[in-house]
């Protein structure tokens, strides 16, 4: 078995070439050639935490994994992500154990990446302004990301805490040569927004739409069992695509509330989901009809992705010689 670690995962996993590969492993779950069921999880609630199973197999990429991932939000502030996990990859001929992986990587890489394929399906093709709304790990990977499909020139950056949102602005300026800002809210990071990451452990919504300028595309990602990051408005007035409906729609671990509660409150039907990503990418669902449209991807993660970007990490690994091979018998 091949063990390969996080810097590793880091070092081996190319966003472009992931951002590619999550593209067609969200269009064979859309036609019924990947399986990903919905995941299941063991709760710590003195912890306000859980830990999660997500098996996927993606046929067209050889791939068949498992992720066992942690979310412990009180981890925020201190040494330890908030989502910590691992991937096991299996031979999908014989179901033998071939590689570990570490998954917190690919986790921040793969959401980010799939948020920037939804923000290449539905963001106008001058987007340029960018607003995130968070300063974790996905707040960096979703920057990262969005830089490689749409012509981004300034980020704006807003978060709980103000010291947190500096540095962020900081490191992402030095990094990607861009102007990024701290703001002091998340009202004035949306404004004049073209695309806005939300990456947050919000309980009260971060996108309002009255904050919201005309043609901006919302991508969210946050997960909080007792809250939400987008209001009802905004899913309301916006066109609204998901990985898969049926695990967006499903009950808790594996759905959004930002979907469920507008529905349980009758604001919305299920039907008011217009489209699987992979519906996009196929044209079985049209995307953006007009450049004032407010566009929303609502992300809640599939296995699909994290078994895709595994595939990607074995690849790379193998032919680079990386990670240490270890003998379970």
């Given at each position: 078995?091949l063990?390969?670690?996080?810097?590793?995962?880091?070092?081996?996993?190319?966003?472009?070439?992931l951002?590619?590969?999550?593209?067609?492993?969200m269009?064979?779950?859309?036609?019924?050639?990947?399986?990903?069921?919905?995941?299941?999880?063991?709760?710590?609630p003195?912890?306000?935490?859980?830990?999660?199973?997500?098996?996927?197999?993606?046929?067209?990429a050889?791939?068949?994994?498992?992720?066992?991932?942690?979310?412990f939000?009180?981890?925020?502030g201190?040494?330890?992500?908030?989502?910590?996990?691992?991937?096991?990859?299996?031979?999908?001929?014989?179901?033998?154990?071939?590689?570990?992986?570490?998954?917190?990587?690919?986790?921040?890489a793969?959401?980010?990446?799939?948020?920037?394929?939804?923000?290449?399906?539905?963001?106008?093709?001058?987007?340029?302004?960018?607003?995130?709304?968070?300063?974790g790990?996905?707040?960096?990977?979703?920057a990262?990301?969005?830089?490689?499909?749409?012509?981004?020139?300034?980020?704006?950056?807003?978060g709980?805490?103000?010291?947190h949102?500096?540095?962020?602005?900081?490191?992402?300026?030095?990094?990607?040569?861009?102007?990024?800002?701290?703001?002091?809210t998340?009202?004035?990071?949306?404004?004049?927004?073209?695309?806005?990451?939300?990456?947050?452990?919000?309980v009260?919504?971060?996108v309002?739409?009255?904050?919201?300028?005309?043609?901006?595309?919302?991508?969210?990602?946050?997960?909080?069992?007792?809250?939400?990051?987008?209001?009802?408005?905004?899913?309301?007035?916006?066109?609204?695509?998901?990985?898969?409906?049926?695990?967006?729609?499903?009950?808790?671990p594996?759905?959004?509330?930002?979907?469920?509660?507008?529905?349980?409150?009758?604001i919305?039907?299920?039907?008011?989901?217009?489209a699987?990503?992979g519906?996009?990418?196929?044209?079985?669902?049209?995307?953006?009809?007009?450049?004032?449209?407010?566009?929303l991807?609502?992300?809640?993660g599939?296995?699909?992705?994290?078994a895709?970007?595994?595939?990607?990490?074995?690849?790379?690994?193998?032919?680079?010689?990386?990670?240490?091979?270890?003998?379970?018998?």
């Amino acid at each position: 078995m091949l063990v390969v670690g996080r810097s590793e995962v880091e070092a081996l996993l190319d966003m472009a070439a992931l951002i590619d590969a999550l593209a067609s492993a969200m269009a064979d779950l859309s036609a019924g050639r990947a399986s990903a069921p919905d995941r299941v999880a063991a709760m710590v609630p003195e912890r306000e935490g859980f830990v999660a199973a997500m098996p996927g197999h993606v046929p067209s990429a050889g791939a068949l994994t498992t992720k066992l991932v942690s979310v412990f939000p009180h981890n925020a502030g201190t040494p330890l992500p908030t989502h910590q996990a691992l991937i096991v990859a299996f031979d999908p001929d014989t179901g033998e154990p071939t590689a570990l992986l570490d998954g917190t990587a690919i986790t921040a890489a793969r959401t980010a990446a799939c948020s920037a394929l939804s923000a290449r399906l539905l963001a106008r093709a001058d987007a340029s302004v960018l607003a995130l709304l968070g300063t974790g790990a996905q707040a960096r990977s979703h920057a990262r990301a969005m830089c490689r499909v749409r012509p981004i020139r300034h980020i704006r950056v807003a978060g709980r805490n103000p010291a947190h949102a500096t540095a962020l602005a900081a490191e992402l300026s030095a990094e990607l040569g861009l102007p990024a800002e701290a703001v002091a809210t998340y009202a004035q990071a949306l404004d004049g927004a073209d695309i806005a990451a939300a990456t947050t452990h919000a309980v009260d919504p971060v996108v309002r739409r009255p904050w919201l300028t005309p043609g901006v595309h919302v991508t969210s990602v946050g997960f909080n069992p007792a809250g939400r990051e987008v209001d009802d408005a905004t899913v309301a007035d916006a066109l609204v695509c998901v990985e898969s409906r049926q695990a967006a729609l499903a009950p808790f671990p594996a759905g959004s509330n930002d979907l469920l509660h507008p529905i349980r409150d009758g604001i919305i039907t299920a039907d008011h989901v217009h489209a699987d990503l992979g519906e996009l990418l196929t044209g079985s669902r049209p995307g953006r009809t007009a450049p004032a449209q407010i566009t929303l991807y609502k992300s809640v993660g599939v296995a699909v992705q994290d078994a895709a970007a595994a595939a990607l990490v074995v690849k790379a690994a193998r032919e680079r010689s990386v990670g240490t091979d270890i003998d379970l018998g």
